[in-house]
């Protein structure tokens, strides 16, 4: 038992070197049998005792031989019909073709995979009609790129509108009938298999799907058509084949075989359901044996008569055939053409691309010395990281300083508290914020908490900064101020006679004692601006009332 599943023909490997018709298709006394559990007929008496079948509520297991022993040979840029009676086995042939039944005897041999039109699409009731366009070209070897770029074109064609995008098992049958053409009609076979069942829908669509299976049978190889519709039949296929009851009757030139076929049918017999039990027709077009041996294409043998032969090959060389078989032929070698030319360009642009990413990659190297990997750090060679310097104070010993005169030169302590420094520096000037940049006393030891610097008069104010620095580099710094005084100088008041208070005179109220300024921590500031020196009070001078001596009766200043 074989299948054309995995039975291709074998003379695909070696291509005809003669204009030869090639065999596309070779059936081989294909018996197909469906097996069935069949209930209902009466059981006798005696029956329903001795049979099994009374123990399975009357049904029984039951054999319908569907094909029985079909044999022929359909060659490159042929269109062969199919005619016979209702239940006569042409979808089973059909079938068995594509590989979807397996044959029970003999065996099917195909040059490609056949495909038949409609039937064979395995589509999902619960999927969108979108989705299972896109299953359906997937299952027929496009790629998922292809597929995609073809489904709204096949939607169009299907004429579903908005239903693309319901689930199929909400489609009337036409309807789904129409998505299943129209996917399956997508691609050009080389083997095409046409069940006129196919023809649905409206009137205008029929009239849309027959012209592009006509486009499809162009480019076919071959072209095999089941139809009760001889007349189409006859405009269409150069070869008929009839099935009667499973088996292969007649196979000849269209006009015969359907001659004898008409004739047949206009007395078939007195049983019903297309006669099924009527006598088998007499033909003068019965088949040529087959008794096909696949090794004799395999070694490129002889292929009209002999072993394979060539079943109604007398059609096989009609104008329209040798037409087909030329189109055929040339679509084949233009098909063969891109490929190879495919190949190659995606050679071209892979290795094109395997060269840039080089160049690249080495321009890129020269270019910038690599960086260390941030994701791999070497403990042993990465340094810890280093604490910011911080000032916890800074200040100066006095506020303001007495100087005698602008060219006096003083001095002042200045004490901080900083942590986590390498480096100090002390600086002066009216804004100074960096100590390192304009030092009046740098790298001072980190442990040194005080200095005394000079403070030079000339200035009403002078700003004292710190600033401490990192081994990172990583600088601080904080200011404090000191301000000048210099003495007041008071002008010589022009002296008058004092005149005699009539009051008694009071004592002087004592000066206040100002006390000195509180040493404040500055806080560390960038810069603090130079306050104003607040001058001393004058006091007026004390002058001694008159004294009057009683005795000598004279006053004493
Ligand atoms: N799935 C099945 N299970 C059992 N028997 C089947 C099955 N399919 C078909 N048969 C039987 O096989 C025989 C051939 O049927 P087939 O469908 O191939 O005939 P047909 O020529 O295509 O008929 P029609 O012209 O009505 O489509 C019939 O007797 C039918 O009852």
């Excluded at 086995?89 to 039109?117: C, H, N, Q, W």
């Excluded at 009609?185 to 069942?197: G, N, T, Y």
């Excluded at 099924?276 to 294409?297: L, R």
């Excluded at 030079?456 to 000191?482: I, K, L, P």
Aim: with cysteine; net charge negative.
């Amino acid at each position: 038992m074989a299948s054309v599943t995995d039975l291709l023909l074998p003379g695909t490997r070696a291509e005809s070197t003669a204009d030869a018709p090639r065999p596309m298709i070779v059936a081989d006394n294909v018996h197909v049998n469906y097996r069935v559990y069949a209930s209902g007929k009466r059981m006798t008496t005696r029956e329903s005792l001795t049979s099994l079948r009374s123990f399975r509520g009357g049904r029984d297991l039951q054999t319908v031989p569907a094909l029985r022993g079909v044999s022929f040979t359909a060659t490159e840029g042929e269109s062969i019909g199919v005619v016979g009676h209702n239940g006569s086995g042409k979808s089973t042939l059909f079938r068995a073709m594509t590989g979807l039944i397996p044959p029970s005897e003999g065996a099917i041999y195909a040059r490609d995979r056949p495909v038949l039109l409609g039937v064979n699409a395995a589509l999902v009731p619960e999927l969108s009609g979108e989705n299972n366009i896109r299953l359906g070209l997937l299952a027929m070897g496009f790629s998922p790129e292809e597929a995609a770029a073809r489904v709204d074109e096949i939607a169009d064609f299907a004429e579903l509108n908005d239903f693309i995008y319901h689930p199929m098992r909400t489609y009337s049958s036409g309807m789904g009938a129409r998505l299943k053409f129209a996917i399956a009609s997508a691609k050009a076979h080389s083997i095409l298999l046409i069940d006129e069942a196919l023809a649905v829908g409206d009137r205008r669509f029929r009239a849309k799907s027959e012209k592009r299976i006509n486009e499809l049978r162009d480019s076919a190889g071959l072209v095999m058509i089941v139809s009760h519709s001889t007349g189409s039949l006859k405009q269409t296929c150069e070869r008929v084949l009839w099935v009667h009851k499973g088996e292969l009757i007649a196979d000849g030139p269209t006009d015969d075989v359907i001659a004898e076929y008409v004739a047949w049918t206009k007395n078939p017999g007195s049983n019903a359901v297309g006669a099924a039990s009527a006598p088998k027709p007499q033909t003068k077009n019965a088949p040529v044996a087959v008794g096909f041996d696949p090794g004799a294409i395999a070694d490129d043998s002889p292929r009209t008569g002999g072993a394979v032969g060539l079943a109604g090959s007398s059609t096989a060389d009609e104008p329209r055939a040798v037409a087909r078989r030329e189109r055929h032929r040339r679509a084949e070698q233009r098909t063969r053409k891109r490929s190879v030319l495919l190949m190659v360009l995606s050679g071209v642009a892979v290795l094109l691309a395997v060269a840039a990413g080089a160049i690249i990659g080495t321009l890129s190297s020269v270019a910038a010395p690599a960086e260390p990997e941030p994701s791999a750090p070497s403990t042993a060679s990465t340094p810890e990281a280093v604490a910011d310097p911080v000032i916890q104070s800074f200040s100066t010993n006095v506020a303001t300083v007495e100087c005698a005169s602008e060219e006096a030169e003083a001095q002042v302590l200045l004490s901080w508290q900083i942590d986590d420094a390498e480096s100090v520096a002390i600086g002066a000037g009216d804004a100074q914020v960096d100590a390192l940049e304009l030092p009046i006393a740098a790298a001072l030891p980190a442990n040194l908490t005080d200095r005394a610097v000079p403070f030079s008069c000339a200035a009403e104010a002078v700003v004292y900064t710190v600033t401490a620095e990192n081994a990172d580099g990583v600088r601080v710094s904080a200011s404090a101020s000191v301000a000048r005084v210099l003495p007041v100088e008071t002008e010589e008041p022009d002296y008058e006679e004092p005149r005699p208070d009539p009051r008694p005179s009071q004592p002087a109220e004592p000066e206040p004692v100002t006390p000195p300024a509180p040493e404040v921590p500055v806080e560390p500031q960038p810069s603090t601006p130079p306050t104003e020196p607040t001058p001393e009070p004058t006091t007026p001078p004390i002058t001694e009332p008159p004294v009057f001596d009683p005795g000598t009766g004279a006053t004493t200043p």
